[in-house]
């Protein structure tokens, strides 16, 4: 295979699957890996801030009972240590819009007025005007200006005798886990990477399945344009790749086929030619010798001189009869020959041919027969290219028959006109039959020392010029039989 014939390897079908499908699987861990996260970090946030206002509520629970025992200090020693384990920050706010608010000395932070004042505060606000009217509050991750680092919040409201004394603010400092986020991230890169490798074997079979008799048909199709028509892909497949495969080997088919038709053309033509000059060649030379036999004055009897002239003439009639032939033939076999067609009847045409032939026949004592019950059979066509047409049959039945037989001629018509002319003559060998419409396939028997071969081949061409078809059965020995069909040609019609 030449150079430029080579796919380039990043070009090659495999490379580009490859690559497609990495980044197919590369984007989809991306994505999953970006969902995950976010699943990740929405159930943790929901877990914190669930557990963050199960303790808010635990807190205000404590707080209430305080408030009934009113043992203050001990309140806000249990306040500091639970704030301390947990490293919570834990504000507790005086409701002042209550009918009884809870006591000012429980408060753990500023008073609602400060928040409302003191500006880093006024964010909790809200958080607390929704507590006031009975609801919790979570407050999800936000950066605490007080304490400088990422928080959460739940506000919960404090109750004595259903009224809203109070809230309990609880802050918890709100931490991502890293290393919960880079072992994942770590596990995803890993299973990608995993994935990579085992897609490159997949990509490798699957390539391997699509681009190897891809490449085969490419091997195939380069053969062919080198001229060589044997080679077929060989794929066998049910898939488009099949489809396209067979496509190919019906391709090389038909090329084959084309080039075993142009070489038999060739060849045609070849013989022709040769048999052409053969043909010609003999009665010139035969010509030539007479000829110059009777210019050197050698022979001067007069009886043998006259018998000289009659063998150049004959051979002269016989070079005549060749190349009107040939004429013929070639004007037959061009297809821009149109034969002027015109009402014919096939009746007159035999009546003509018998009349001529009778004197041959007669010489052989051949009886010529006509069975004929329609005087009429008309058909389309030239009454001469016919005439000549079935005179070459006749001329060759009467050829090729012994003295004393009959020559049975049978003229019919149903759908087609028939015309079937029947000898009993010698008959031709079941290997020559299909030979015999060939240009100068003839027989070397003595009786057909004036055929020239070509006579059935321009028979053949006249009767496909007038759309018939001609059929021949012989059984050697015994004779032979040529049918014609013909389109009849209705007058009534007309
Ligand atoms: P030609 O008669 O000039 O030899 P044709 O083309 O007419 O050429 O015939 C070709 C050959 O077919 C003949 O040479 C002969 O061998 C064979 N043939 C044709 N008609 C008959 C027939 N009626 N009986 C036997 N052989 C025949």
Redesign the pocket.
């Known amino acids: 295979m030449s150079k430029e014939n080579k796919v380039r390897i990043y070009n090659r079908l495999f490379f580009k699957l490859y690559i497609n499908y990495a980044v197919m699987l590369l984007v989809t861990a991306v994505l999953i890996c970006l969902i995950f996260m976010k699943l990740y970090m929405d159930m943790t946030m929901e877990r914190s801030l669930k557990e963050l206002e199960y303790q808010a509520q635990v807190v205000s629970e404590i707080t209430q009972e305080y408030i009934i025992s009113e043992k203050i200090n001990a309140f806000k020693n249990d306040i500091g240590r639970i704030e301390k384990v947990n490293d919570w920050d834990i504000w507790i706010v005086s409701n002042p819009m209550a009918d009884n608010p809870m006591s000012y000395d429980m408060e753990t932070s500023n008073t609602y007025e400060d928040f409302k004042a003191i500006p880093e505060l006024s964010e909790y606000v809200e958080l607390l005007d929704t507590t006031f009217n009975g609801q919790p509050v979570r407050r999800e991750k936000y950066y605490d200006q007080i304490d400088e680092r990422e928080t959460i919040a739940v506000a919960y409201p404090i109750k004595m005798n259903n009224e809203v004394v109070g809230t309990v603010i609880v802050k918890q400092p709100f931490e991502e886990q890293p290393e919960i986020v880079s072992n994942s991230l770590y596990l995803i890169v890993l299973s990608s990477v995993v994935a990579l490798g085992i897609s490159f074997i997949i990509v490798i079979i699957f390539a391997t399945e699509l681009s190897l008799p891809i490449s085969r048909m490419r091997v195939t199709a380069l053969e062919l344009a080198a001229g060589n028509y044997k080679i077929k892909t060989g794929i066998n497949r049910n898939d488009e790749i099949g489809d396209l495969a067979k496509t190919v080997d019906i391709l090389s088919e038909k090329l084959l086929e084309n080039e075993i038709e142009r070489q038999k053309l060739d060849q045609m033509r070849l013989d022709f030619f040769a048999n052409v000059s053969h043909e010609l060649r003999t009665p010139i030379t035969v010509i030539r010798a007479y000829a110059e036999t009777l210019a050197d004055g050698v022979v001067k009897d007069p009886g043998t001189v006259e018998q000289y002239y009659n063998r150049m003439l004959a051979e002269c009639k016989s070079m005549e009869r060749l190349v009107g032939d040939l004429l013929t033939l070639s004007k037959m076999q061009n297809p821009d020959f149109a034969i002027e067609k015109e009402p014919v009847n096939v009746r007159q045409i035999f009546d003509d041919i018998i009349r001529s032939a009778g004197a041959i026949a007669k010489k052989k004592s051949i009886s010529i027969e006509l069975v004929n019950d329609d005087p009429v059979l008309m058909m389309l066509g030239d009454y001469d290219r016919l005439r000549q047409m079935f005179m070459?049959i006749l001329d060759?039945?009467i050829k090729?028959s012994e003295e004393n037989k009959t020559v049975h001629i049978n003229l019919s018509k149903s759908d087609k006109i028939i015309v079937s002319i029947k000898?009993e003559?010698?008959?031709?060998a079941p290997a020559d039959l299909e030979n015999?419409f060939e240009k100068f396939?003839?027989?070397n028997l003595r009786q057909?020392e004036s055929?020239?071969?070509?006579?059935?081949?321009i028979a053949k061409q006249i009767a496909l010029k007038h759309d018939g078809k001609i059929e021949v059965y012989s059984t050697p020995g015994e004779g032979?039989e040529f049918i014609f069909y013909f389109p009849p040609y209705e007058l009534e019609a007309q």
């Open positions: 070459v060759n039945a090729f000898d003559g010698i008959g031709i015999i396939y003839k027989s057909n055929g020239t071969g070509l006579g059935l081949a032979t």
